[in-house]
């Protein structure tokens, strides 16, 4: 084979080799030089047809020019490799503002997620977390919490009734766990029992007939309003984080005595504003010290033993945490409000 | 119920303490301040004017036009349109500028002509009353040029109390309950009562007769020359800052007494009474009456009634009757004062359905020894007013009633440990003393008197004793304390903790949102669900019509919410935790579960790939939960007909169990796709899925235990499969055929597609999977997938089927 001829294949190829655009370019020439049925092969093939002599010759020629296509297309892939990761390196067209897809969400409701808080904070303080049947009887969330039939009180309870003889009834409060607490539980204990709650009222921006509360109960020995004060000033601690001004004053609920209303000094404000109606203080919880009537009906000697409960609005709170300002979007199962917590 | 500062100032001298300082106080020691307010603060911006003369207007009939001295140089100009205003009244004038009721700035006008420097008010301009009859005129010795206010001697503030808060203190339901409270906190002397009686012009007492225990206590008086007119203004505008609107002397005087002090009374018009004199008893089924609202009321045999001879003249603590009301004629009176008990009346406000000032006062417990006090009260207030008022008889006062004061034990030391605060026994007797009680030494160290007017229902024990103590104290004065208790670490709470992990797998791994929905489901949901034949708990008084079912299942509940939020989304992914109640069982209580609800909506294609349906979506996320809290795998079957939810699909439903013991499987739930029948009366236009989970259920099956599993040391040969089966063959037997092929070394299988169509043949369907077979103790080859898949020819040939060729 003439070696001009061998150096036009090997300059074709080279010259392939840098004009080449992509794989398929090189992979077509390697096809044609180097694969089986290819020039290289071609050229090996016809070597047995040659006078002896040259044989040696065309075999190294043959080869050489295999090697220097190998190496041209090798060199050819790199430069070609590189100049793509140059390319994407480029980054050429990218948009940091494109808007990415939406991402797939999950929320657990906002009631929840401040109810497992403070199950944690209470929990962290020796509390027991109980829990009470949504349906309940007179007798647990009345008559054993020193509500007499025919006391006015009742009437301030709004109740929905389950039956005519109004045995059976949507539980007003969460207090009739405190009942169901003493029977089962020997003291000194604490608790506190977070649940639904239900009042025969019109729902508005902020009545519901459906709402959330957690009951909290203490019984020990010697437990005194002290305690309460001091307990109910930790709990407002871990509810905001910080130190919150609070006062007691006296309110009436049948199975407390002395009952209280808990304020807090108003944590949006410095001197009046929406939410604590220009008063700087907010109405928190209601509190007390367990009724001895209570006790007794819990099983419980007042003069062995007392207590203290306390309701927290759940609900309220979410309210005020979120700054929701209609508390029927609590219940509403609308997406556009339970997507807003995850 | 409204208290007023002035009307305070009657019992208790306030002198140098602002209305600001009294609502605080109250706050602080008595009861709920829900608002303070300066009464009708117009008051004080119009001013008295003379009216020096008044001329018909020249253009107007029905006009005059005043000259009015109001105490300025020049005397104002006004037209007028009352046909009462005459030369030589005092009337209220409101000036260019004074803003009026309903943010009303008077502006200098023109009337027809004539120009107009203000306004000549009426009551109902100034938002005293409804009275429009013409201008309101005052007394003749109101000072012209003054504020109104203060010419009347009308200033005040007007306190709201939030009746929740004071519904255990049957004292606290007058004003001199509340000056009272004012006067034990600023150590000041309550004003004594006058509660003497003139002597009677008569002799003879009226006759009255108690027939039922109902009525512990009657008093009759009978007195004569009284004038029904309009009030004297402090009155009224006493009974204003109240709430009470005034309507004549008698009216008017009755009720004052009853806010003053509590105790509700009545006025017959004597003149149309039998002689047969008062009967009280119980009303006869049967009877009937016509009360002073003009209302026909049916009453009942628990009803107390005031008869005239046999005739009913009044509801006892309710309402009076229309036949013997006063009348403007009125002149001979007979007053009732009276204790009726608290349940009676309760009950009869109830069954009417109607809560009168009266009946709100009675059904609280009323001291019985308040009854002459009110009786003075009224006749003394008629006197001063119209001084030729006597007394026509000597007073009845008849009853079985007994003074309801009584003593109480008071340990000193309880008091001290039960509020927490360092009080010295000097200074205990010293807060129960100022509130009225009598102290004196005792056995258990304090032995307290307690008045009657305390003790009929609120204070009767130690413990009420020591609320006395603390809130005069002020519960702010308490110190702080830590809780010190040896309390053991409350036990660990399996159901509570399951229910967190759920929650949280649901709404973090598997993207749902958490919804509370409410338990009272509609009747036009209960309908649609086709739920509506199924036992519920019902309430009998729903806050709205149709609204008296409690759920029976949750998600009864998230199926109301698909339509509403598949108006605003493309899919819908909602679950619930939460109780649900079964009436059948025959107790008082009905049956509680706990449920997991989840339901999945979705139209985001029209026709989803055959693993993206929403049942296999949803059962995914079911499967994930179940592996989630429980180890052993779960069981999938058809769900059996007879445990089909009213609104699930005829056919397209799963039941998925846990192992149990002894090889049996215990369900924890199912899944289901929505009846397309109930989906299109939902108008919910999408595929769906529901779950509805036991927690009880998964509360057995769940275990915390996990162990670590070797990974394999040898690799895997991945081999592709395909079956065509007939339509019939479940993919789990496909999936037992695979595993049986495998002989123990199939490690795991996906399905990867479902196919049905021409190429399969009709009835047929093809299934093909991804299978891994790996063994423990070698490299696997070649020749292990080509027996496998050997195997599985001859197995799927066994369903009726065959192995598919690539």
Request: glycine fraction near 8%; aromatic fraction near 6%; proline fraction near 6%.
């Amino acid at each position: 084979v003439p070696s001009d001829r061998l150096a036009g294949h090997l300059n074709a190829a080279r010259e392939r080799c840098s004009s080449a655009r992509g794989e398929e370019d090189l992979r077509a020439l390697e096809r044609e030089y180097l694969d089986k049925g290819g020039i290289v092969a071609d050229l090996l093939a016809r070597i047995p047809s040659l006078p002896a002599a040259e044989r040696p010759l065309a075999g190294r020629s043959a080869n050489e020019l295999k090697r220097e296509v190998q190496a041209a297309l090798d060199e050819a892939r790199a430069r070609l490799t590189d100049a793509a990761l140059g390319e994407r390196r480029a980054g050429r067209g990218f948009d940091a503002t494109l808007p990415a897809p939406r991402p797939e969400r999950g929320a657990l409701h906002p009631i929840t997620q401040l109810t497992r808080e403070l199950e944690d904070l209470f929990g962290s303080m020796g509390y027991m977390v109980l829990d009470g049947p949504e349906v309940e009887t007179d007798e647990h969330n009345f008559e054993a919490l020193n509500f007499p039939p025919d006391h006015p009180a009742r009437d301030t309870q709004d109740t929905f009734f389950c039956d005519e003889e109004r045995k059976l009834l949507m539980r007003t409060h969460t207090s009739p766990v405190q009942v169901r607490a003493m029977r089962r539980l020997s003291p000194p204990f604490r608790a506190v029992a977070p649940g639904r709650v239900f009042r025969q009222e019109t729902p508005d921006r902020s009545h519901e007939h459906t709402f959330h509360q957690m009951e909290g109960l203490v019984v020990g020995k010697d437990v005194s309003v002290g305690h309460l004060i001091g307990a109910m000033k930790t709990l407002l601690r871990g509810i905001f984080g910080r130190e919150i001004e609070v006062r007691l004053r006296p309110g009436y609920f049948p199975f407390v005595e002395p009952g209280f209303e808990l304020d807090a000094r108003c944590p949006f404000c410095e001197d009046g504003c929406a939410v604590c109606k220009r008063s700087t203080w907010i109405e928190l919880l209601p509190c007390g010290m367990v009724h001895p009537n209570v006790l007794r009906a819990g099983g419980i000697d007042p003069e062995q033993w007392n207590g203290f409960a306390f309701g927290l609005g759940l609900s309220r709170l979410v309210m005020l945490r979120y700054g929701i300002d209609d508390i029927r979007w609590l219940l509403s199962g609308d997406l556009r409000f339970l997507e807003q917590f995850s | 119920m409204f208290i007023s500062y002035r009307w305070l100032g009657r019992h208790v001298d306030l002198d140098g303490i602002s209305p600001e300082q009294v609502a605080e106080d109250l706050t602080l020691s008595t009861a709920e301040v829900e608002g303070l307010e300066r009464f009708c603060p117009v008051l004080a911006e119009v001013i008295v004017g003379y009216v020096q003369t008044r001329e018909p207007h020249p253009n107007a009939e029905k006009l005059s036009v005043c000259t009015v001295d109001v105490g300025d140089a020049q005397a104002l100009q006004i037209v007028c349109g009352a046909g009462n205003v005459t030369a030589g009244q005092k009337v209220a004038v409101a000036r260019v500028g004074t803003r009026l009721p309903g943010d009303v700035k008077l502006k200098k006008t023109k009337i027809r002509g004539l120009e107009s420097q203000g306004m000549i008010c009426s009551e109902r301009e100034l938002a005293l009353g409804d009275e429009h009859d013409g201008i309101w005129v005052l007394a003749a010795e109101a000072e012209v040029g003054r504020p109104v206010d203060q010419a009347l001697a009308a200033e005040d503030w007007v306190i709201e109390i939030d009746n929740k808060s004071i519904t255990h203190r049957p004292d606290l339901w007058g004003q001199r309950g509340f000056a009272a409270e004012l006067a034990a906190i600023y150590r000041r002397e309550l004003k004594p009562l006058d509660v003497s009686l003139p002597s009677p012009t008569g002799s003879a007492s009226y006759p009255v007769r108690i027939d039922s225990t109902a009525c512990p206590r009657y008093l009759a008086l009978a007195i004569d020359g009284v004038r029904v007119e309009r009030s004297p203004d402090w009155l009224r505008m006493l009974l204003i800052a109240c709430g009470q609107r005034p309507i004549d002397l008698l009216v008017d005087v009755s009720n004052f007494v009853m806010l003053d002090l509590g105790q509700p009374n009545h006025l017959f018009d004597r003149t149309r009474l039998s002689p047969e004199g008062i009967v009280v008893r119980m009303a006869r089924a049967g009877e009937g009456m016509k009360t002073l609202d003009e209302v026909e009321r049916k009453l009942e045999p628990t009803d107390l009634l005031i008869c005239s001879g046999d005739e009913p003249v009044a509801l006892a603590g309710v309402m009076g009757g229309e036949a013997s009301k006063v009348s403007p004629e009125t002149s001979e009176l007979l007053l009732e004062v009276a204790n009726f008990e608290a349940g009676v009346v309760r009950k009869t406000a109830a069954c009417i359905g109607l809560r009168t000032d009266a009946s709100a006062r009675f059904e609280k417990s009323l001291d019985p020894t308040l009854v002459p006090v009110a009786a003075a009260g009224v006749l003394s207030l008629l006197q001063e007013i119209q001084p030729g008022v006597t007394l026509a008889a000597a007073p009845t006062d008849v009853g079985a009633w007994s003074d309801p004061s009584c003593s109480v034990q008071l340990r000193p030391e309880r008091v001290r440990r039960v509020l927490g605060a360092a009080i010295s026994d000097a200074e205990i007797a010293d807060s129960l003393t100022r509130l009225g009680f009598g102290v004196e030494p005792g056995p258990a160290g304090l032995s307290v008197r307690v008045p009657s007017i305390r003790a009929t229902r609120d204070v009767t024990r130690e413990h009420d004793l020591i609320e006395e103590v603390g809130r005069l104290w002020r519960y702010d004065n308490i110190p702080e304390q830590a809780l010190v208790a040896a309390i053991a670490p409350a036990p660990p709470d399996a159901r509570r903790a399951l229910v967190r992990r759920i929650g949280d797998r649901l709404a973090q791994a598997a993207h749902y949102h958490e919804a509370l929905g409410y338990s009272f489901v509609a009747e036009d949901l209960a309908r649609k669900l086709g739920v509506a034949d199924e036992p519920h708990v019902q309430v009998t008084n729903p806050v709205l019509e149709g609204w008296q079912r409690v759920r029976r299942s949750i998600p009864v509940s998230l199926l109301g919410l698909l339509e509403g939020n598949l108006r605003r989304r493309d899919e819908v992914r909602l679950f619930e935790i939460g109780k649900a109640y079964l009436p059948e069982g025959g107790g008082l209580e009905p049956r509680e579960v706990h449920e997991l609800g989840i339901v999945l909506a979705s139209r985001r294609a029209a026709q989803p790939p055959w693993d993206q349906s929403a049942f296999l979506r949803l059962k995914s996320v079911v499967v994930d939960l179940l592996e989630h809290v429980s180890r052993p795998p779960a069981h999938w079957e058809r769900e059996p007909d007879g445990q089909r939810a009213a609104w699930a699909h005829p056919v397209c439903r799963a039941r998925v169990g846990v192992a149990a013991p002894e090889d049996a499987v215990q369900w924890v739930g199912s899944v289901c796709e929505l009846d397309p029948l109930v989906a299109r009366a939902l108008a919910v236009d999408a595929d769906v899925a529901v779950a509805c989970l036991s927690i009880d259920g998964l509360l057995a099956a769940s275990t915390e235990r996990r162990r670590f599993r070797a990974v394999p040391r040898y690799p895997g040969v991945k081999v592709d499969v395909a079956l065509a089966l007939p339509q019939d063959v479940s993919a789990a037997r496909g999936e037992q055929a695979i595993a049986k092929a495998g002989k123990g070394l199939v490690a795991g299988t996906e399905l990867f597609d479902l196919y049905t169509g021409e190429a399969v043949g009709s009835g047929r369907k093809s299934m093909a999977w991804h299978v891994i077979l790996q063994s423990d103790a070698r490299t696997l080859t070649d020749k292990d997938a080509q027996k496998f898949l050997d195997r599985l020819q001859r197995l799927a040939v066994e369903l009726g089927g065959e192995l598919r060729k690539e």
